[in-house]
């Protein structure tokens, strides 16, 4: 453990501690509305750790539904997590299983966000990404604990509370809004995620837009990287300018 990067990564979880807190207080609320202890909201966001899926299982525990069910629910809402721990892995090549297994465990939508806003800030630094995502697991650990234990003295809707995660989400999104490309798949990827939810029945519309905006961002990527800059066009008909026919040096 290399504990300035940990105290680096601490840092960087600022915003997404700011936004978990009144959304794991949210959670709780609901949790202990749903018929949960505190002790099982606690260990819920412990073990879990999924605010998505923890809200909807929340939902499916209020209306007594099967166990099961929930399980297969949460299972294709978190499948997104494939998409992003498979990039995250291409910045901690050659490091243990278990580390990886540590980072993968604490792996959010938010802390996945910062952490690619500045990808030379992760690469290969397993302590860096540690902090960034040990402190966010903290705050929403203390947010849905004190929304279970306090929650009913609040009157959580009056103060905006629900909004909190959206407006999370958007914060995140425009700090990695850094060329005119990726405003254009931000776009598109709003524009299909509308149409993919009209569509398909359930949360089918946020593994699908994943795909097709990942897909296209790396089509840009890949593209802007293979397609040579005007300097280095510019460069190799000078640096021939030199070259005689005998290949000796030219003289003007």
């Known amino acids: 453990m290399n504990d300035g990067q940990f105290r680096d990564g601490a840092k960087?979880?600022?915003?997404?501690?700011l936004g978990y807190l009144p959304v794991g207080m949210a959670f709780g609320v609901l949790a202990r509305n749903?018929?949960?202890?505190?002790?099982?909201?606690?260990?819920?966001?412990?073990?879990?750790?999924?605010?998505?899926?923890?809200?909807?299982?929340?939902?499916?525990?209020?209306?007594?539904?099967?166990?099961?069910?929930?399980?297969?629910?949460?299972?294709?809402?978190?499948?997104?997590?494939?998409?992003?721990?498979?990039?995250?892995?291409?910045?901690?090549?050659?490091?243990?299983?278990?580390?990886l297994g540590l980072l993968s465990a604490q792996l959010t939508d938010e802390?996945?966000?910062?952490?690619?806003a500045n990808p030379s800030s992760i690469s290969n630094r397993p302590s860096y990404l540690f902090g960034l995502q040990m402190t966010s697991q903290i705050a929403w650990i203390a947010g849905s604990a004190g929304g279970a234990l306090f929650g009913?003295?609040?009157?959580?809707?009056?103060?905006?509370?629900?909004?909190?995660?959206?407006?999370?989400f958007i914060c995140l999104l425009v700090i990695q809004i850094k060329k005119i490309h990726?405003?254009?798949?931000?776009?598109?990827?709003?524009?299909?995620?509308?149409?993919?939810k009209w569509a398909f029945p359930g949360n089918w519309y946020i593994l699908l837009t994943g795909l097709l905006a990942s897909g296209i961002g790396m089509a840009i990527?890949?593209?802007l990287i293979s397609s040579p800059s005007p300097a280095?066009?510019?460069e190799e008909p000078l640096a021939r300018r030199g070259e005689g026919k005998g290949g000796g040096e030219y003289k003007e």
């Not at 960087?12 to 501690?17: D, F, K, N, R, T």
């Not at 998505?52 to 294709?76: D, G, H, N, P, R």
């Not at 802390?111 to 690619?116: E, G, L, N, Y």
Request: charged share 10%; aromatic share 12%.
């Open 12 to 17: 960087a979880a600022l915003p997404i501690v």
């Open 34 to 99: 749903a018929g949960l202890t505190p002790f099982e909201v606690g260990s819920m966001s412990i073990l879990v750790y999924a605010g998505a899926s923890q809200f909807l299982a929340i939902e499916m525990i209020s209306k007594s539904m099967w166990w099961f069910t929930i399980v297969i629910a949460t299972f294709f809402i978190n499948l997104r997590h494939l998409l992003m721990s498979s990039t995250l892995s291409l910045h901690f090549k050659g490091h243990r299983l278990r580390t």
């Open 111 to 116: 802390s996945f966000a910062v952490a690619m």
């Open 152 to 168: 009913k003295l609040i009157d959580y809707k009056e103060y905006g509370i629900p909004f909190a995660l959206a407006s999370l």
């Open 182 to 196: 990726h405003l254009g798949v931000m776009i598109i990827a709003g524009i299909f995620s509308i149409l993919f």
């Open 221 to 223: 990527e890949t593209k």
């Open 232 to 234: 280095s066009c510019s």
